[in-house]
């Protein structure tokens, strides 16, 4: 379906074949406790489309794939696609989804182990050029999948007996923390070229499920140059340039490195900029109680910002 939901006409059905190479984590005491593992994996797609009019798709993105409840997982990718029938291809006027040959490819969904071979699957995928060429509306893909395990599944049940899976016990701690970022992009906001500036300071509280996947809350106090740009145009009386947005978030660690996404809502903002949705994806590198990464900033997963981020981490003591 296009990412604009007034050209809901579009929108069709379609079917592909994803093929992936693995890497199931032999983990650490912690993973060897419980007897759930991370995935990491390179995954390769063709997705046929028809009718539709920036033609079929094909994808490469890295996964990481790890487990949330039980039997049921979550996984994030982010890579590549290409589309065979691009605006700059085909010179159809009526094309306003992809007009580069190469876009960005962002997956978000849950995967649900119903045996050691086979998954079931949901996701939401999202592919556009992060407005580097116009038109982009970027097209989006609600995906259900089934899929087939290969390989030497011995080790897997050698591993990961599914058996023995029960439900993760919660972790009870908690952390509080800021995180302060400064991104820049050009902007679909504002007629001027060049780029803009977005300044942002995150105030921060995860739940820690077990010791390597926390859920949270966060506080934004954002600052869009572009959007000052349009409110001094529309001569818009909103007294600050700063707004205030919520957002909630789901992180996963592996050693230093952790991956941490989210979708929230304005609560103050300018009545002159639509922007009450928005979403963050990002990676991070953690030491001692400092966090620096870099991460997307989207708005109804259009790319606004690539932000630069670093903060500070303040564990509350568990009772555990």
Known sequence: MPHDPSLSQYATWSNGIDVAWAN??????????????????LRGSFGWMPENIAGHRFGLVGVIKAPLWGRLDYNIAAGLSAYTKPRWLTHDPENIFISTLVCCLFDFGFVYNITDWLM??????????????????????????LAVKL?????YRTEDPRSQIVATPFFDRHEVGFMASIGFSRSRHSAQKGLYFDYDLSLNYRYYLNPLISTGATIDLWYN?????????????????????????LEGRWG??????????????????????????????????????????????????IEWSYGRRFPIKSKR
């Open 24 to 41: 199931h984590m032999t983990g650490n005491s912690y993973w060897q406790l419980y007897r759930r593992y991370p995935t990491f994996a």
């Open 120 to 145: 079931l699957s949901a996701s939401f995928l999202h592919s556009s050029n992060g407005f580097l060429v116009n038109p982009n509306k970027g097209l989006d893909f609600l995906q259900a999948g």
């Open 151 to 155: 390989g030497d599944i011995a080790s």
């Open 225 to 249: 140059g572009s959007h000052l740009e349009q409110m001094d145009w529309y001569h818009d009386t909103y007294p600050v340039p700063v707004y205030v947005s919520a957002m909630w978030n």
């Open 256 to 305: 230093p490195i952790s991956i941490a996404g989210g979708i929230g809502a304005a609560i103050l903002t300018s009545t002159r900029v639509d922007m009450p949705i928005y979403e963050r994806l990002g990676a991070y590198y953690n030491w001692g109680n400092n966090v620096a990464g870099v991460a997307i900033h989207a708005q109804y997963m259009k790319a606004e910002f």
